[in-house]
């Protein structure tokens, strides 16, 4: 059994900062391409970025030059450094990991997804 969970979510004041953290945990044998997404009341759900095992980065416009994406592979974690924050950065964050399993002779490959960790963006 494979989980995801995020934490470093809360309120912030418009201009400030949150790390948010994504750990990977279970019967796991490689992590692949891990990513945030968010997801605002009413709204969609979003990418806002996703890097690669091998270190590709990618963002979406609306958060660049603000969010920084990274990995530590051996602790299985995707961070999310958020500055400059907005209030239409208000949004429920969660990661997805693209993570492959062995159980036996067994091999599988999936995406798996945490509950999610809520920004709030407010004065």
């Known amino acids: 059994q494979v989980q995801l969970v995020e934490s470093g979510g809360g309120l912030v004041h418009p201009g400030g900062s949150l790390r948010l953290s994504c750990v990977a945990s279970g019967r796991i044998s490689n992590v692949g391409a891990m990513a945030w997404y968010r997801q605002a009341p009413g709204k969609a759900r979003e990418l806002v970025a996703n890097?690669?095992?091998?270190?590709?980065?990618d963002y979406a416009e609306f958060v660049k030059d603000r969010f920084t994406i990274s990995r530590d592979n051996a602790k299985q974690t995707v961070y999310l450094q958020m500055s400059s924050l907005k209030p239409e950065d208000t949004a429920r964050y969660s990661c997805?990991?693209?993570?492959?399993?062995?159980?036996?002779?067994?091999?599988?490959?999936?995406?798996?997804w945490g509950q999610g960790t809520q920004v709030v963006v407010s004065s």
């Open positions: 997805c990991a693209r993570i492959s399993t062995l159980i036996g002779t067994e091999g599988n490959v999936a995406d798996y």
């Open positions: 890097i690669m095992a091998d270190g590709r980065l």
